[in-house]
């Protein structure tokens, strides 16, 4: 004789995360499946931009460039590729637009619907983890060469415990997480900024998490001009439009985003 | 029994009769607009009873804690994914309680060989200004009541819920006299906690059947929040975030109430 117990599957909400309640509504494309024994060989990565993130004495900052490109043709100049997610977590992306976007959003809405469900914040870990399990659902259009996403998050860990404070994490495409003690950057530029921020953290006049706020963002403009010098398709500063790029900043008071006169004053001070 | 007629109604009307009992031991909430948003307030910290809903809607609900569970997740599933597909703006808590929750409600009420929803909901969505507030109550089966029925004059800027309707529209003809929509928080918490008291002193056989003395009832609030503690939360009119719902901390209510 077997008891078999079946659940009302009508009161899902306490298990279900919003990704999977957006699939059953339809609202979620699924990516196709990965098949393995036929490998896209002509699979090209397109990550077309310059994100950097760094710890300093403030907290985490994090700068993007603003230039959206298709092909050798620049679309946009105003791109916003540093998005709040909620009022501690900065999501920063490198790839196709329309895929980090949409990411970015269901992101948010992740977390949202986490604590209005099951009412308690989601912890670090499992925010850094909702990101990862979107970029792995996602691999399918990577693939396919069309939806790849290579982002950086920083959030802030208020939890009092050993380790809290400021966190950064970089992703793959895959959506392997890797958390980063000093800095992390993607996007095409991102060999020239690697090269500079390990070169600010470890020669420079002080280590990056000594930095106080007009330095860090200093060092943020140098390395992304940097960038713009020989990638085309980031756009650092555009002296004639003053477009600046963007920089946010978590910390344990939450997330502020520099106002662009503030960028554009330590730009001429220090850069220009 | 229920092929006819006449046994449908009659099993209707155990029914109502049957939850209105289940719920006469709720205990009461109060939800008033003030200058800078939406108070919400109730007594007891035995489980929780104000909710979060969505960015600019937020709920309190008497009843069964399961039935009130099923109904908060429904409201914030369907806010969700409309926030999701369309933008936060499109969320509406008329669409959400009109044409989703009361329907499910009233099915479940009239289905007599099902269960119903033993649970009374209070919703209200915080406006630009005081007079575009939006309070809207849903009842066990179905029934919707609003503030904001028609263009009136005297559109009522606070709404609330009682274990029995006596208790309801005590605490009702209360805030009518007392409460004005352009109060700071610190006076509307007072007067919450007054009309809380008003509902809960009405509550049961021998409760008041008019309004009690303003002494009387200045004494019994006092009591009562010295012995369960208040919780509380606001949906902020003026916020740079998107996210307007705020449970009040202790500090904050307990300055208001000592003042």
Known sequence: MSLAVTFDQNFSGASEDFPTLLRRKGLLQRA???????GNSSFVSTESTTILAFKFGGGVLVAGDRRATSGNTVVY????????IDRHSIMAIAGVPATAWEMARVLEHSFQYFRRTQLQEMSVDGKVRALSKLLRDNFGFVMQGIGVVVPIFATYDSNGEPGAGARLYFYDAMGAQFEVTDYAATGSGSPAVRGILYYENTWGAKPLQKLGEEEAVTVALRALDTAAESDTSTGGVDRSGKIFPLIKIVSHEGLTTLPEEKIAEVFKRTVA | MIEEPYRWVEAIANRREYIETQLAAGRPIAALSYRDGILFLTLGRVRQKIFEIYDRIGMGAIGHPGDIER????????????????SAADVSLRRLAHY???PVMKNAF???????FLARLLFAEVGPKPEEDLFLRVEYDGAIATNSAGVSPTRLGFAVLGATKQAAELMEAFLEKQHTAGADLEKTIETALDAWSIGHMAMGEDGVKKLPEPTAIAKHSQEQFAERGVEAAILERASKTAIRYRDLSDEEVGSAIKR
């Open chain 2, 71 to 86: 109904l908060r997740m429904a409201a914030i599933e369907l806010a969700s994914t409309e926030g999701f597909t369309r």
């Open chain 1, 77 to 84: 100049d105003r791109a916003d590729k540093v998005l709040e």
């Open chain 2, 110 to 116: 009239e289905q007599v060989y099902g269960a119903p």
């Open chain 2, 100 to 102: 989703s929750l009361s």
């Open chain 1, 32 to 38: 196709p499946e990965v098949n393995s024994s036929v």
